[in-house]
């Protein structure tokens, strides 16, 4: 069973334009993490985030965590094509024994 | 550093034969996860060993086993293959010792089964 959300599943934007994915979860957690995967290869960590954070930031990513609403979202800036993908969320529950991952969103950026 | 290895990449076999799947992590991490993506179910976590040990389990049948070597390499066996086995199978290595943090992944390798 899926511990994440996410919304929406498929996103089409175009370039330079924001991006923006929001998780949900269900249980406490240690940490929330986004991945990346691009069409049916490994995954790659983008950015992790504690429970006690609210936000953070990498290059043109910016996550916030609002643990009271047990969600989390991604916004990603000034979108390149290159940034065409799928992103995940992944949770480690304080309860759990695994990092259990999001449905995923489907982004396509334009050029 | 050399990345998450996993072979073969892409893999064909029968109803009811068996399959092993190797993954060698990255230099000095001593987890290693494995993950089965579908499109129906997505991203499941089947097990995870550290220092030769399983640790943790997934919700998965007993025909799904894995083991790690003293090297950290793993490998999963999958008996008895099913059709509804079809799928990506995906290794991850980290350097923690507990805990979930950022994980590596391999490129995975996609198994299809007739």
């Known amino acids: 069973s899926q511990q994440g959300e996410e919304d929406p599943q498929a996103l089409s934007i175009q370039e330079g334009e924001n991006a923006t994915m929001n998780c949900s979860y269900k249980t406490s957690i240690n940490n929330l993490q986004w991945y990346r995967q691009n069409s049916g290869r490994g995954l790659v960590h983008l950015i992790l985030i504690r429970s006690n954070e609210r936000e953070k930031h990498s290059g043109r990513l910016r996550v916030t965590l609002d643990t009271s609403k047990k969600s989390s979202s991604l916004l990603i800036t000034a979108s390149r094509a290159a940034d065409t993908a799928s992103y995940f969320c992944a949770t480690d529950a304080i309860a759990g024994n695994m990092l259990t991952f999001g449905g995923g969103t489907r982004l396509m950026v334009k050029p | 550093k050399a990345g998450v290895t996993q072979t073969p990449r892409y893999l064909i076999k029968t109803r009811g034969q068996q399959v092993t799947l190797s993954c060698s992590p990255i230099?000095?991490?001593?987890?290693v996860s494995w993950y089965q993506q579908t499109p129906g179910q997505g991203l499941q976590f089947l097990f995870e060993?550290?220092?030769?040990?399983?640790?943790n389990k997934g919700n998965f049948p007993g025909r799904f086993s894995g083991r790690q070597f003293s090297n950290s390499r793993s490998e999963m066996n999958v008996s008895t293959l099913e059709l509804g086995d079809s799928a990506l199978y995906l290794c991850?290595?980290?350097?923690?010792?507990?805990?979930?943090?950022?994980?590596?992944f391999g490129s995975g390798t996609q198994l299809s089964v007739l």
């Open positions: 991850a290595s980290s350097l923690q010792g507990q805990g979930f943090e950022k994980l590596f």
């Open positions: 060993y550290f220092s030769e040990t399983q640790r």
């Open positions: 230099s000095g991490h001593r987890s």
